[in-house]
């Protein structure tokens, strides 16, 4: 059964940067069948999407993160990961890695996110 | 882009029907079925409900039924029971390639 689990330090000082691994099992991140992404929650309020890749294809982003987030792959590994620069206290956030279906709206599968939080 | 919008809150009482509405924009709802919903219970990850805008996963009571007209998505529960409270939230495709959410809405059985 496919599996995916967060990983990565729970906190992260200012200004410094916010990294997260997503390891996926029992399925690979190679796949033309599914995307993989990153969404998030702030404590006490709603979803906000983050941005999500396809392997082989393009990599697409919250506009309001754009300039501070990269998420990347790690074949050999069956990995995907979140690169977030310039941490704020306003990103403190459980964040949670999903896959999602080609060609639909379908998040099928979600991890059972990590809480990171932004402080000195 | 702007969230979706959804209300903060709806109430109902155990075996009636309640809907939620998710009201966006031509640029997201209006023009892709590419329409999700996600039922949260607290300190879980969401679940998913309905995908493209009315399919119901294997699994998801068929209590949950989702639609749309023009702008607005809408998720409808009926036969309320008590194991639905909890957090929904909507989500759409975007004309920019990016997907938004709404704001969610906290469900309450009485």
């Known amino acids: 059964q496919l599996q995916l689990q967060e990983s990565g330090p729970g906190l992260v000082k200012p200004s410094e940067t916010l990294s997260l691994t997503c390891t996926v099992s029992s399925d690979s991140i190679r796949s033309s069948s599914y995307h993989w992404g990153w969404i998030r929650q702030p404590p006490g309020k709603g979803l906000e999407w983050i941005g999500n890749?396809?392997?082989?294809?393009?990599?697409y982003y919250n506009p309001s993160l754009k300039s501070r987030v990269t998420i990347s792959a790690d074949t050999s590994k069956n990995q995907f990961s979140l690169r977030l620069t310039s941490a704020t206290a306003a990103d403190t956030a459980v964040y949670y890695c999903v896959r999602r279906r080609t060609g639909s709206s379908w998040r099928d599968c979600w991890g059972q996110g990590t809480l990171v939080t932004v402080s000195s | 882009q702007s969230a979706l919008t959804q209300p903060a809150s709806v109430s109902g009482s155990p075996g009636q029907s309640i809907t939620i509405s998710c009201t966006g924009t031509?640029?997201?709802?209006?023009?892709?079925?590419?329409v999700s919903w996600y039922q949260q219970h607290p300190g879980k990850a969401p679940n998913v409900l309905i995908y493209?805008?009315?399919n119901r996963p294997s699994g998801v009571s068929n209590r949950f039924s989702g639609s749309k007209s023009g702008n607005t998505a809408s998720l409808t529960i009926s036969g309320l029971q008590a194991e639905d409270e909890g957090d929904y939230y909507c989500n759409s495709y975007t004309s920019t390639s990016t997907w938004v959410f709404g704001g969610g809405t906290k469900l309450t059985v009485l």
């Open positions: 493209d805008v009315s």
């Open positions: 031509s640029s997201d709802i209006g023009n892709y079925n590419y």
């Open positions: 890749m396809y392997f082989g294809g393009s990599t």
